[in-house]
């Protein structure tokens, strides 16, 4: 078994603001990240899969693979966007990077056995670093 | 003679849109980096000084002084913000990273000497990464 | 479930000089280590908590409540000290990494739940980088 | 508990070519990492054992005799070397760098009781990185 | 006026041998470097040019134009390649990085104005990281 | 011509504490960094050397004779040493950086024609990073 990660990397903005919450509400939960005109980040994307050897390649996950599906859902659709603005996602849902770690994790998952038809490899978790001080990880066996 | 350099870090948003050109023309120009919701970055920052060893100390540059100018001309306010809504130097002028460096530039010439009135250190060069593939460097001599 | 990882870093000098033991055993056992002057490391600290969403912030952890409790039990004890001669612990304890981390990992044990007293997020692992070549981790179960 | 992590670095060729298979099948496959004449890499490893604190020494893991074991059995055969024309173990083996870290584990599982006699440390995970956007582990358990 | 640098990868082998040298000579000029199965490195290379303020884009190098430029006359060269056997310039050069930098400043220099046909911006300097321990820079001006 | 560098690291401790100056002007100077007990670093330095490419071996640096410099004159000197106590340039000298990067400068100066006989290479710059925040150059012509 062989844990195969592979690091990916968009720029997005963002602004954490609640709707259910008042703006004294939000200022005081999100502080400068509240900021009404949003900032951004460059996010680093780790996607790690699971998997035996397959014989024929000596390899566990087919890489090229992985990134046509990583490409086509998550860095076509966050790349140089404003989360809260261009994704669906986050009309309604505050794009903390737990959240956004969360519809990562969701397209990537409703799309997994498509692009891996196989019993393997499966998809084991997702690590988001806003900036190098703050890393978000989500796991498989935890959110599903 | 001594070069010294001090790191910092902001995270910001903007939108590459040139106000003299029409929309196709900025399309065309800036690309994706022209998408009107604007999109982010974590901005690293280095500003060097030059200067002889200061005897008494045995530094060349008083960092803490340096810190107290950065902070308050340059992340105060760039940190957390969206260049073109929230800086005024940016409501007219495109804020490409070349851009950003001339005003930070600016801001740190113009307040230099209220900061260190001796003759040394001088502002040497300031360098600012958008991404850790894309650098920019503005250096004194140049631009004055 | 998210692990949430929030990166510290601070510079300390030690010596590995293990009380019980002789000279010539101490010499033997950490080497360059054991110079009776001390040396000292840049270390980088990541400290992990583990938690569901909370709803209403759509954050698993406080960052800003993490950032106070280790700033007041770790930075602020061990940022630009002599570990040896400056920390209680290491009075009869000689502070090699891995006494360091458990040191650590108490004082957060120890103060986690006067600063996250509900259910969650709770504390999952820590880990110290001496030099980007050594690194120790600590983990929750194996030391509760 | 711990778990103690040393970092190595060795640059070496390889070419990725199955022996099974048709030239046009592994062109298919690989890609120009089948390229007839090889191609390179800097690779980062990390090893990771895990064990208790030992008494004596403040220490979980000898990491000096770690090192004489890695220098041994894995630097001194990769280091400069042509994965394929030089290690016995890929002259029939595509030497991917899933093959890669198999080779490693074996050569440090089959040595670990000689460098180590006692019950811990246990040799825990490697991690291979073959760029930094390409990352491979193998962990105990998994492949035992 | 303003250096603006843009930073490219690329995974090569080579073996140093100097074919004018004995073999006894190679080896012991050369050592491990020798090693006639060849070894290889994931290159790092930073290509850097100098310019003002081009008025219309707010920029002072069109990076897509660059990256095109070194993709076509470096990357789609070297990249995946062992260098003694598959590019021209090395058949009877060695490939050290300082021949390499040559090799990559003369491309880029000899196509330079077929990209940039104003007088701005110039190529100022390559830099190539053989690892992050060994650095080779040709600058403009020393080389012409 | 080229600029080769190389990269060595050293962990060292040190305090900042001008003899010169009473105790209350040190702790008003130096701040944290006058604690008597002293605290750490773990340096990188980068040693530059300017030269034209020898004929003969393909390379404008012979890097086996910089590293014996380096390791004679710098690493066995401060490596897991208190700066202090046990270099004697700094028993009266306050050991900051810059005070630190002029004894490695006057180090490799004094013993550079030895190890480089001929007309080049020429020692051009040496750069220490305290902390990555925190770099210090010392570059010849300003120094000599």
Redesign the interface.
Known sequence: ???????Y?F????R?H?P??SDAENRE?????N?P??????YVL?VSARGP?ED?????VD??ALDRLVSREILDAF????LN??VEAFRH??P?S??L??EIWRRLRSNWTATFPAAWPRLEKIRIAE?????????AN??E
Chains 1, 2, 3, 4, 5, 6 share one sequence.
């Open positions: 078994m062989f844990l195969v990660t592979r690091r990397r720029s997005a903005s963002h954490l609640a259910q919450l939960l999100y502080g400068k990240c900021n005109y949003g900032h951004g980040h460059n780790d050897l024929r390649s000596g390899r566990a890489v090229e790349e140089h966007r404003n603005a261009e849902v505050v903390t737990e959240n770690g969360m900036t190098p001080r703050n890393i978000f990880e989500v796991r935890e959110n």
